[in-house]
């Protein structure tokens, strides 16, 4: 997975729709600690999500993003 996903295309892969879905999560994450007053630089942060195959018995592969704030 690149680092940023490909949002030329018209629709993106699949892959890159988790990877947006992380990002948002993460922002999401750290806004509601900040909406509460507390600096989400105190947490070091990491959203996984698995891809799994049509059976949802096995992990293909993993996207993840990992966030420390300074």
């Given at each position: 997975?690149?680092?940023?996903?490909?949002?030329?295309?018209?629709?993106?892969?699949?892959?890159d729709v988790v990877y947006l879905?992380?990002?948002n999560a993460k922002?999401?994450?750290?806004?509601t600690l900040s909406r509460y007053l507390y600096d989400p630089?105190?947490?070091?942060?990491?959203?996984?999500a698995f891809i799994k195959d049509m059976n949802f018995?096995?992990?293909?592969?993993?996207i993840e993003i990992?966030?420390?704030l300074k």
């Open positions: 997975m690149s680092e940023k996903p490909n949002l030329l295309d018209d629709e993106p892969d699949f892959d879905a992380l990002r922002k999401v994450f750290e806004d630089a105190y947490c070091d942060i990491r959203f996984t018995e096995q992990r293909l592969r993993k990992e966030g420390e």
